[in-house]
């Protein structure tokens, strides 16, 4: 049977939420403004939000749009990070390019590559792609770094090139950290994709959500809140049941007793 405490571990999230809820609902009727509408009213718009074909869609070409800036942005970040951590002279290279990018919100990029790009799938996912980049980027340099030397004199020792250190020796010690850079890459995915959205205002689930600013229907502003924080939800936990098979020989195991003898 399940423990107390693993009970109470599971259930904690959803306790969360139907607290947060339950404030949301209480705050909302003391202000009583339209503006504001309560938990209740956006949870009831929801399953019309969802239930509408047009709406379905651009939700679908969102998550579409995320997928792809993400998966590009991983797919060049780690290697980009993991030779940084490894090369001293491909750090210094990089190093001043990154810490120029970092500071600048990416949205604020987003006029500009809408003038360079037009307001269609490109740009936004090219804003995607640069928001999920620097976390990625970042932890995969450190994985690569924290890697000890003795592991890849073995490696040369054994007639490893420099590659095949690289990918076997490198990579696999570094992967705990860069999972960790991947789901915060998946966090500001979700975060850019609707930002991008509701500047440029074509489709996705951003359009939906101003438009319905725009026509003072609040009921589904608050709605696709909710749907943007359930997707949120429910990719980062899909990610870390992910992570955590992958990296299950690095998570601590505390199910036998500790002995001090």
């Known amino acids: 049977m399940m423990s107390a405490r693993a009970l109470v571990s599971r259930l904690a999230p959803l306790l969360a939420c139907l607290g947060l809820l339950a404030i949301w609902q209480v705050g909302s009727l003391i202000l009583n403004s339209d503006s504001f ?19 379905l869609i651009n939700i679908l070409a969102s998550l579409r749009r995320m997928a792809i800036g993400f998966g590009i942005g991983v797919a060049v970040s780690i290697p980009l990070g993991l030779m940084m951590g490894r090369s001293r002279a491909v750090a210094s290279f990089f190093n001043p390019l990154l810490m120029i990018i970092y500071p600048v919100p990416k949205a604020a990029l987003m006029p500009i590559i809408m003038l360079w790009l037009g307001v269609g799938d490109l740009s936004k996912t090219l804003v995607i792609f640069l928001g999920v980049s620097l976390p ?37 010690a570094a992967l705990p950290e860069i999972l960790t850079g991947c789901r ?4 500001l995915a979700l975060i850019t994709m609707i930002t991008s959205e509701m500047i440029a205002r074509q489709s996705g689930a951003g359009n939906i959500l101003f438009n319905a ?22 990719l980062d936990a899909a990610f870390e049941r992910l992570r955590r098979r992958l990296v299950r020989w690095s998570e601590p195991r ?8």
Do not use: C, N
């Open 184 to 187: 915060t890459g998946l966090v």
């Open 37 to 55: 509408p309560t938990a209740m009213e956006a949870l009831r718009a929801v399953p019309a939000i969802l239930g509408d074909k047009e709406s």
């Open 136 to 172: 990625v980027i970042y932890h995969s340099f450190e994985g690569a770094k924290a890697v000890e030397e003795k592991m890849l004199w073995s490696g040369a020792a054994m007639g490893l090139s420099a590659a095949q250190r690289m990918f076997r020796i490198v990579l696999p």
């Open 254 to 261: 505390f199910d036998m007793p500790l002995s001090f003898s």
């Open 213 to 234: 600013l725009d026509m003072g229907q609040y009921d589904t502003v608050f709605a696709m809140i909710i749907i943007v924080g359930a997707m949120g939800i429910g």
